[in-house]
């Protein structure tokens, strides 16, 4: 088994800063590529941003300069920083894991795993 819990979101004021965390525990042997997903109101799930496990980034051009993706690989943890928060950035963020895992004790299977989602808010 396999779980992906997320802390950190919340209410905050435009200009203000969150910091997601996301962790991954369970059968694991390894952990790919980990990312943020967000879905707002109405709107579909869009990737934020996502790290490669030797630490290779990519943003959504929404995010660039303003949010920062980073990895424990000793902790399988995956951190969003965000600052300067905009309204526009409300939602719920998914952390997403891309992992093999042990699906017995002699075989591994790989496959993409979902947290729960924390809510982020921010008002103006």
């Known amino acids: 088994q396999v779980q992906l819990v997320e802390s950190g979101g919340g209410l905050v004021q435009a200009g203000e800063s969150l910091r997601l965390s996301c962790a991954a525990s369970?059968?694991?042997?390894?952990?790919?590529?980990m990312g943020w997903y967000r879905q707002g109101p109405g709107t579909q799930r869009e990737l934020v941003a996502n790290i490669t496990s030797d630490g290779s980034t990519n943003y959504a051009d929404s995010v660039k300069a303003r949010f920062t993706i980073s990895r424990d690989n000793a902790k399988n943890t995956v951190y969003l920083q965000m600052n300067s928060l905009k309204p526009e950035d409300t939602g719920v963020y998914y952390c997403?894991?891309?992992?093999?895992?042990?699906?017995?004790?002699?075989?591994?299977?790989?496959?993409?795993?979902w947290g729960q989602g924390t809510q982020v808010t921010v008002s103006s």
């Open positions: 997403k894991a891309d992992l093999i895992y042990y699906s017995t004790s002699y075989s591994r299977d790989r496959h993409d795993y």
């Open positions: 369970g059968r694991i042997f390894r952990v790919n590529t």
